[in-house]
């Protein structure tokens, strides 16, 4: 077809789409719509057909399989509670002793792992937080390069090299770290909040821990606290892709073999008592200031964990959430909120609200958002925002869920939180909620006095938020033919 016919077919439909909306009643034109956007709210949700496997090994790993055999490769994901909460009177020790493992095991340095894996066609991964250390893995199903690439990433969690020279390197990448994340508006607020709710706790500090800490790390304390924690008693493993049972059963005897096995159980990091300042600032010179708040909430596991979820994401996730069409869509002050109910700190739980905006507005709007938490906790969601947030997360769930790695990250939820086995079961327990379930559940957890903030920006002249728009922009859903008749796209 040539670009002409393009350009008169492109007029011609929009054309036929003004004539329609021209001759059609206003009221056909509300219901009527779109026939897709109304299957899609009515789909039934099923659920899914794949099976989750679950077994613990003879040392006491925890493992979690699903196979899916559209595509001839697996996803391997291998944590361990040695994240920085475990740095005892060390800050910066979990944080060395994870970067240590990156640096080679015997017989090959960084660079040689890197090329072999690289040679096998696979993709290495590793992160770490204040809980857990996370190895991550992709590799082809095949034989020949699972078996090599697998080898490699059990050595490299069970026999690395951890040699004294290379300690002070990678003290020194830790301390550069520790100095960049001082420029990282988003972090800051992060830590700052939870050093705020935990001030006496491991949580308080950055995973990278502290200068002074890092000054006295030593390799001992490192091979230590490697034997301590990379044990196979402290691993989870999480297998979704191209294997059968046997395979992936080989998979983590592999594994939780190779770990060290020492006696002691782990000691729960213990939640420390809520300090008592309710809002912090942090100078940092920007165009905009990040805003934070958050109060202590449930752990995941606990039955009202869901209810709260909810709550959040009614509250501040999603463009229709209620601060979105607050502050953006009748205001204008920020791109995005977000909101979010994480389990934290040692059998915790943490609800989070992040958003960012002109400085010059910054204090009014703390206030605004402020006044509509305390709003929200003690009126509750309405009826249309919860229906809205369920049909949300069903149609999202269908949308995030085809890939192995989709079904990973679930699998890897379940898998830490001890959750059912049931892939869906979040949104599952998201569709049986009532109004009143969450104005509960949040009566029973969260007050309105209990909210702590934080912000980090520059120090400007402040200005007061404009007023709502009179005609918000959400009202333009209730027209669909909302195009400029002047316009034509080509």
Request: glycine letters at 6%; one cysteine or more; hydrophobic letters at 40%.
């Amino acid at each position: 077809m040539s670009r002409l016919s393009r350009r008169t077919g492109l007029v011609l439909m929009w054309l036929s789409a003004a004539a329609a909306c021209a001759d059609g009643q206003p009221e056909q034109a509300r219901t009527s719509r779109l026939q897709s956007l109304s299957e899609v709210q009515a789909l039934e949700i099923k659920p899914r057909a794949l099976q989750i496997r679950g077994w613990k090994t003879l040392t006491g790993t925890k493992v979690l399989f699903v196979r899916t055999s559209d595509l001839p490769m697996f996803d391997i994901h291998v944590s361990f509670a040695a994240g920085s909460a475990r740095d005892g009177s060390l800050p910066g020790l979990a944080a060395t002793t994870f970067s240590m493992l990156n640096e080679g095991i015997p017989g090959k340095d960084l660079s040689a792992i890197v090329e072999t894996f690289d040679g096998l066609g696979a993709q290495w991964e590793m992160d770490i937080d204040h809980d857990r250390a996370v190895f991550s893995l992709r590799s082809l199903s095949d034989p020949a390069k699972r078996l090599p690439a697998m080898d490699l990433l059990t050595r490299i969690f069970s026999e690395p090299s951890l040699s004294a020279q290379r300690l002070p390197p990678v003290k020194d990448e830790l301390r550069a770290a520790l100095i960049a994340e001082q420029g990282d508006a988003a972090g800051l607020a992060s830590q700052s909040i939870k050093a705020l709710l935990a001030p006496d706790s491991p949580y308080s500090l950055p995973v990278y821990g502290t200068q002074w800490g890092l000054n006295a790390v030593t390799r001992a304390a490192v091979e230590d606290f490697h034997r301590r924690y990379y044990a196979a008693r402290h691993a989870q493993i999480t297998l979704v892709g191209d294997l059968t049972l046997d395979q992936a059963q080989a998979i983590s005897l592999q594994i939780s073999n190779a770990l060290p096995k020492p006696p002691d159980a782990l000691v729960s990091s213990a939640m420390a008592t809520p300090g008592n300042v309710q809002s912090s600032h942090l100078e940092l010179n920007q165009l905009q200031t990040h805003i934070a708040f958050a109060q202590i909430s449930v752990p995941r596991r606990h039955a009202d964990h869901t209810a709260l979820y909810a709550a959040s994401q009614i509250l501040a996730g999603g463009s229709n959430s209620r601060l979105m069409n607050e502050l953006r869509h009748k205001r204008g002050q920020v791109y995005d909120v977000y909101g979010a109910s994480v389990n934290w700190a040692g059998g915790a739980g943490l609800l989070t609200v992040t958003l960012q905006t002109g400085s010059s507005m910054s204090d009014s709007t703390v206030a605004l958002v402020r006044s509509m938490l305390n709003d929200f906790l003690r009126q509750g969601p309405t009826a249309p925002e919860l229906e809205h947030l369920k049909r949300r997360l069903a149609n999202r769930n269908m949308l995030t869920s085809a890939s192995n790695r989709h079904i990973l990250a679930r699998l890897v939820e379940i898998n830490r939180y001890d959750l059912p086995l049931d892939l869906d079961y979040t949104m599952q327990q998201v569709q049986k909620l009532t109004v009143d379930d969450i104005k509960l559940a949040m009566n029973r957890h969260l007050s309105v006095d209990r909210w702590v903030s934080v912000t980090v920006g520059p120090s400007v002249e402040q200005q007061p938020l404009p007023g709502p728009e009179v005609a918000p922009i959400g009202q333009a859903e209730e027209d669909m033919c909302r195009a400029d008749p002047g316009f034509v796209a080509s």
